[in-house]
Nanobody, 114 residues
Framework: HVQLVESGGGLIQPGGSLKLSCAASGFSVSGYRMVWFRQAPGKNIEQVSNINARGTVTYYADPVKGRFTISRDNAKNTLYLQMNSLKTEDTGVYYC????????RGQGTQVTVS
């Protein structure tokens, strides 16, 4: 059973930090570029960051560049997103996915910056 489970979200004050995790089961993430998406209330889902299969190449959307860090531990079959200097506009549900359009994603974890 292929599954992605995000965790680590919560309520945090502006300027704070959170670290999200995405645990995969039923398959090995080592063969996939992994992606973080988010969806703010009333807005479309947007890509936040992605990382190639070996963890050597990363991409960040402009709004999070310099504040967020994506990483992965293929041995643990887990993807991470370290989020620093959080802003109110970072509020949303954060999803991890194995594709660049978010079709194969988990159930999400809520991040509220307030």
């Amino acid at each position: 059973h292929v599954q992605l489970v995000e965790s680590g979200g919560g309520l945090i004050q502006p300027g704070g930090s959170l670290k999200l995790s995405c645990a995969a089961s039923g398959f090995s993430v080592s063969g996939y570029r992994m992606v973080w998406f988010r969806q703010a209330p009333g807005k479309n889902i947007e890509q936040v960051s992605n990382i190639n299969a070996r963890g050597t190449v990363t991409y960040y959307a402009d709004p999070v560049k310099g504040r967020f860090t994506i990483s992965r531990d293929n041995a643990k079959n887990t993807l991470y997103l370290q989020m620093n200097s959080l802003k109110t506009e970072d509020t949303g549900v954060y999803y991890c996915a194995t594709d660049l359009v978010g079709r194969n994603r988990g159930q999400g974890t809520q991040v509220t910056v307030s």
